[in-house]
């Protein structure tokens, strides 16, 4: 942690300065645990209160703000939320990894890494992969032959990435997450009744600036491509299944799960223990609610539009449909 003067976390994180610009803060709180020298954010006027009164130095807050009095300075941001994650990381800057190749790595002669590559123990880098530079390889992960990753991408100890999967830049990955896997794809023998195994030799692709959470599995395509789009933020314990197209900047909380060949829209919201049918597709800007199911083939259409249940439909319908059972339970 370093520490550093409310004037220069407003400049870092272009926010406006009211009060002792000289003030120096070295951490980030909440408002509950706050102690001298940390900074915290509020987004309402009620928690405002709280945090002038909190014993934290400084504080990011709304244009709400501005005529407030206060013996903390202020720092107004129009998405404080916003400001406080870049202060943060302003303040708190990654634990800077040392380069180089752990002795009990084994990497490939043929593989190839950048710069300023770190490789840490017992990593596994199979033959033909490029490793962009800057990326940092934890420790048990294992990195099928020619996987493609990019340059500042973080993989967690213990991530699995079969073979021929490619990653963009800055790519964060969690510890034990599966990429690239086969999908769930059978063909039946009618006269046998016995399933044999429909070939999964597509890829996966997932593109700059995705996250993908702890646990989480990720299939490669059938026949062709598994794409996650940029900027991309996945869960703990999400499935994804082969040949989804996930758009940019989609959000998919814990415990979803996407059967094969789904495709989901940009901008995109999928809320914890979503289910959703194959071919089924979400358009942008939809959002589902926690546990919505979304049946095969269906689309949920509408920017902004909240669905909720199994079927998953528009809350406003969905509310409607609670009322009237609840009516007809109290006729009974």
């Not at 710069?115 to 962009?132: D, F, H, K, N, P």
């Amino acid at each position: 942690m370093k520490k550093r003067s409310v004037r220069e976390i407003a400049e870092f994180v272009q926010a406006r300065v009211v009060g002792d610009g000289t003030v120096e803060v070295t951490n980030i709180s909440s408002i509950q645990a706050a102690s001298p020298r940390d900074l915290v954010f509020v987004e309402d006027e009620k928690n405002l209160r709280l945090a002038l009164k909190s014993r934290a130095s400084a504080v990011i807050a709304g244009e709400f703000a501005a005529s407030k009095k206060s013996a903390q300075p202020l720092l107004l941001s129009t998405q404080p939320r916003l400001a406080f994650a870049r202060a943060a990381r302003f303040l708190c800057p990654p634990q800077e990894r040392q380069p180089g190749i752990h002795p009990t790595a084994v990497v490939h002669a043929s593989a190839r890494l950048g710069r300023g590559v770190t490789v840490e123990a017992r990593a596994v880098i199979g033959e033909g992969a490029q490793i962009g530079d800057d990326t940092w390889i934890g420790a048990g992960c294992v990195i099928g032959a020619n996987v493609n990753i990019g340059r500042d991408c973080e993989l967690y100890p213990n991530v699995t990435i079969y073979p021929g999967a490619r990653l963009g830049d800055r790519v964060i990955v969690h510890a034990g997450a599966v990429l690239g896997s086969d999908g769930f794809g059978y063909a039946r023998d009618q006269a046998a009744g016995r399933y044999e195994k429909f070939p999964q030799i597509g890829r996966l692709e997932i593109e700059d600036d995705v996250e993908i959470g702890a646990n989480t599995t990720v299939d490669r395509g059938a026949l062709e491509i598994t794409r996650i789009g940029r900027g991309t933020k996945i869960d703990n314990l999400v499935h994804i299944g082969h040949n989804c197209q996930i758009g940019e900047d989609v959000v998919i909380a814990a415990q979803t799960g996407l059967s094969g060949s789904v495709m989901i829209e940009k901008n995109a919201v999928l809320a914890g223990q979503v289910g959703i049918g194959e071919h089924a597709r979400i358009e942008e800007g939809v959002i589902l609610g926690a546990q919505s199911g979304v049946p095969s083939n269906k689309i949920c259409r509408g920017k902004g539009i909240v669905f909720w249940g199994t079927p998953a439909r528009p809350i406003r319908e969905y509310l409607k449909q609670l009322a009237v059972l609840a009516r007809l339970a109290k006729k009974g």
